[in-house]
């Protein structure tokens, strides 16, 4: 397999594990010490390193977008680095929802994912 096939495999593998909402899967996504760089907290946006931290800032995540259904576009995949655009659907009052639109840039070595950093665009 080619190096860029080993990374879209790598990707997907994520990208699955997230759709699941597992996040003992996704960080096993990652390389021991990743860094994933999330789109909300108070850094602006939280910082996690390592597999156990990014295991529980993904339940982080996952608790406040509980409820919600995500929609991925296909990645873009530049050398070592993937673009992830998403659509996340959150409930709203009503029975209505609200679309949040959000993007991923991801960073391989060695075909395996060493960063997350996620965007969001919310509504104001």
């Given at each position: 397999?080619?190096?860029?096939?080993?990374?879209?495999?790598?990707?997907?593998?994520?990208?699955?594990?997230?759709?699941?909402?597992?996040?003992?899967?996704?960080?096993?996504?990652?390389?021991?010490?990743?860094?994933?760089?999330?789109?909300?907290?108070?850094?602006?946006?939280?910082?996690?390193v390592?597999?156990?931290?990014?295991?529980?800032?993904?339940?982080e995540?996952?608790?406040?977008d509980?409820?919600?259904?995500?929609?991925?576009?296909?990645?873009?995949?530049?050398?070592?680095?993937?673009?992830?655009?998403?659509?996340?659907?959150?409930?709203?009052?009503?029975?209505?929802?609200?679309?949040?639109?959000?993007?991923?840039?991801?960073?391989?070595?060695?075909?395996a994912?060493?960063?997350?950093?996620?965007?969001?665009?919310?509504?104001?």
């Open positions: 397999m080619s190096e860029p096939d080993t990374k879209l495999v790598a990707l997907q593998r994520f990208i699955d594990a997230w759709g699941r909402r597992d996040p003992d899967a996704v960080a096993a996504c990652m390389a021991p010490q990743a860094i994933y760089s999330a789109s909300v907290g108070p850094e602006p946006g939280a910082t996690y390592g597999r156990e931290a990014i295991r529980a800032g993904v339940v995540m996952f608790a406040r509980k409820g919600g259904r995500m929609q991925i576009d296909t990645p873009i995949l530049m050398g070592d680095v993937a673009l992830l655009t998403w659509t996340y659907h959150a409930p709203a009052a009503n029975d209505a929802s609200c679309a949040i639109r959000g993007c991923d840039i991801f960073r391989f070595e060695e075909g994912i060493v960063l997350k950093d996620a965007f969001r665009k919310t509504p104001s």
